[in-house]
Nanobody
């Protein structure tokens, strides 16, 4: 069971990136997915999550700028990040956990599977 993030990179303030989280070895249909980030010297924080049914949650710091979505046919979850700021610089991780509740997801709960992370750097 593996999650692989991609799409990170260097972008100027105000720019955009789209991160992808592809699952292998299992189907995401039965899982809620979260995106997390960790900046140097800081604790990991939840960014966004999406339930099995497509219900989404966002941290206040990214509301209106980030959009999470899922494509179960591609076994992939995306994080579209717009209007990026320097404070968005971090390693971004996706994570998955299984739930029998279609509408459930959270960014303050424990996740079972984690990807290896992708670096996002916002700098001029």
């Amino acid at each position: 069971l593996q999650l692989v993030e991609s799409g990170g990179g260097l972008v100027q303030p105000g720019g955009s990136l789209r991160l992808s989280c592809e699952a292998s070895g299992f189907t995401l249909d039965y899982y809620y997915i979260g995106w997390f980030r960790q900046a140097p010297g800081k604790e990991r924080e939840g960014v966004s999550c999406i339930s099995r049914s497509g219900v989404t949650n966002y941290a206040d710091s990214v509301k209106g700028r980030f959009t999470i979505s899922r494509d179960n046919a591609k076994n992939t979850v995306y994080l579209q990040m717009n209007s990026l700021k320097s404070e968005d610089t971090a390693v971004y991780y996706c994570a998955a956990s299984r739930s029998i509740i279609p509408d459930f997801c959270g960014i303050e709960v424990t996740y079972l599977y984690w990807g290896q992370g992708t670096q996002v750097t916002v700098s001029s």
